[in-house]
Antibody, heavy 121, light 106 residues
Framework: EVQLVESGGGLVQPGGSLRLSCVAF????????MLWVRQAPGKGLEWVASISWNSVYTPYADSVKGRFSISRDNAKNSVYLQMNSLRPEDTALYYC??????????????WGLGTLVTVSS | DIQMTQSPSSLAASVGDRVTITCQANQDISNYLNWYQQKPGKAPKLLIY???NLKKGVPSRFSGSGSGTHFSFTISSLQPEDIATYYC????????FGGGTRVELK
């Protein structure tokens, strides 16, 4: 059974940093892309970033480019999202998702439960 | 940037009704169009990928169609467990979601 478990969320002041982690179970991790998708309270879904199976391709949403960085460790079945220069508008539930395919742009066929990031002073 | 316009933003229907949601892209996205279901308080689930491919295990009352810039998602006979918000998503050029359609029971 595929399972994605996020961690690392919390309350942070504007301008601060957080590192989200996601550990995956139940599939051959290094065969698939991984993506982060966020959802602000009461709002819709917003794609944040993706990483291909081999880490070569890492596209980002314009709203986070230059501030966030996605990475993965295939030996640890884990994907990460380093978030710097956080803004109040980054407040959201951050979902780790598994790609249907191996390339960085792919549907998300499994989702974690999410980890909440709150940016506030 | 590709923008996805989803309509309606909400609808109310009765059990057994046929429900259709549309999604329009502002440029051709080929077949890179997916549909997700999100129930209140839960993570989204992929229902349909690449316009019309049903993910394994998804009931056959869900279907998708379209091409180019115009796409539709249909529930052939609405069930109580289908009450949710539905999102379209393109992945032809980066990734963009539609604004969502909340489906409620009349």
């Amino acid at each position: 059974e595929v399972q994605l478990v996020e961690s690392g969320g919390g309350l942070v002041q504007p301008g601060g940093s957080l590192r989200l982690s996601c550990v995956a179970f139940g599939f051959t991790f290094d065969d698939y892309a991984m993506l982060w998708v966020r959802q602000a309270p009461g709002k819709g879904l917003e794609w944040v970033a993706s990483i291909s199976w081999n880490s070569v391709y890492t596209p980002y949403a314009d709203s986070v480019k230059g501030r966030f960085s996605i990475s993965r460790d295939n030996a640890k079945n884990s994907v990460y999202l380093q978030m710097n220069s956080l803004r109040p508008e980054d407040t959201a539930l951050y979902y780790c998702t598994k790609g249907l395919g191996s390339s960085s742009l792919t549907p998300s066929d499994y989702w974690g439960l999410g980890t909440l990031v709150t940016v506030s002073s | 940037d590709i923008q996805m316009t989803q309509s309606p933003s909400s609808l109310a229907a009765s059990v057994g009704d046929r429900v259709t949601i549309t999604c329009q892209a502002n440029q051709d996205i080929s077949n890179y169009l997916n549909w997700y279901q999100q129930k209140p308080g839960k993570a989204p689930k992929l229902l349909i990928y690449d316009i019309s491919n049903l993910k394994k295990g998804v009931p056959s009352r869900f279907s998708g169609s379209g091409s180019g810039t115009h796409f539709s998602f249909t529930i052939s006979s609405l069930q109580p467990e289908d009450i949710a918000t539905y999102y379209c998503q393109q992945y032809d050029d980066f990734v963009t979601f539609g604004g969502g359609t909340r489906v409620e029971l009349k």
